[in-house]
């Protein structure tokens, strides 16, 4: 985890990718790089929502997280075929943020070799999640009682003064009173956007888990 350093915005923290521990999914079927999860001290199942990039070289199942639903955006590689409780998804097109249930029995056929994904998971009682994808410049306002987390995808992004490399990221948490930082984007490259709420009534700011580091 990333402590703030002294120049850091209220309620922004920069989570460098190159800090990411990879670890094997749940079902030991390939590896993921948590990026952040909340509550801090969620375990593989008892998270309210969790992103990460889960690196898949060969078909097989994904992990089965009961009430859980996920957003699966494809970063690299040339996308899958999914089987998800019986029903074929078509995911073929980097960089288009795609929705399905968690906790129904999903295979995965790889179309032409490994994939990189980003994977957004929230259990759907108690929290909701939104991913867009975008390109270039703008303002990322924190809406009030969210988290919004960037993940820089690729080509030149700057954020909160820093450049940010592939698949580094920021965190923006409510302050005081629940308002959200805010957060200017530059450069032309292309981000993900991932809006994420709970119905937890406290203030998150200090209960996400910044990822798990290699330190």
């Keep these: 985890m990333r402590e703030p350093g002294p120049d850091d ?6 989570l460098r990718a190159g800090e990411r521990a ?6 030991g079927g390939g590896t993921t790089r948590e990026i952040a999860a909340y509550p801090r001290d969620a375990g593989t199942d008892g998270f309210d929502w969790r992103v990460s990039l ?16 996920r957003i699966l955006t494809v970063v690299e590689g040339a996308g899958m075929d999914l089987d998800v409780g019986g029903r074929l ?7 288009v943020p795609r929705d399905f ?4 029995p999903t295979d995965c056929e790889l179309l032409a070799g490994p994939v990189v994904n980003l994977n957004v998971m929230y259990h759907r009682d108690r929290a909701s999640a939104t991913v867009a994808v975008v390109r270039g410049e703008r303002e990322v306002p924190v809406p009030a009682g969210a988290v919004v987390l960037v993940v820089a995808l690729e080509g030149e992004v700057t954020a ?8 580094d990221a920021v965190l923006l948490t409510p302050g005081e009173g629940g308002r959200g930082a805010h957060l200017t984007l530059e450069g ?7 809006t994420l709420r ?15 580091t290699s330190r």
């Design 198 to 212: 709970t119905s937890d009534p406290v203030s998150p700011s200090d209960r996400v888990r910044e990822g798990r």
């Design 89 to 95: 998804r078509h995911i073929g097109a980097r960089h």
């Design 160 to 167: 909160a003064g820093a450049a940010l490399e592939p698949y």
């Design 22 to 27: 990879a670890v094997l999914w749940k079902n």
């Design 54 to 69: 889960a690196e898949v070289s060969r078909d097989g199942p994904f992990s089965v997280f009961p009430g859980a639903d």
């Design 101 to 104: 249930p968690g906790d129904l």
């Design 9 to 14: 915005p209220p309620g922004v923290r920069l």
């Design 188 to 194: 032309t490259g292309r981000t993900a956007l991932i």
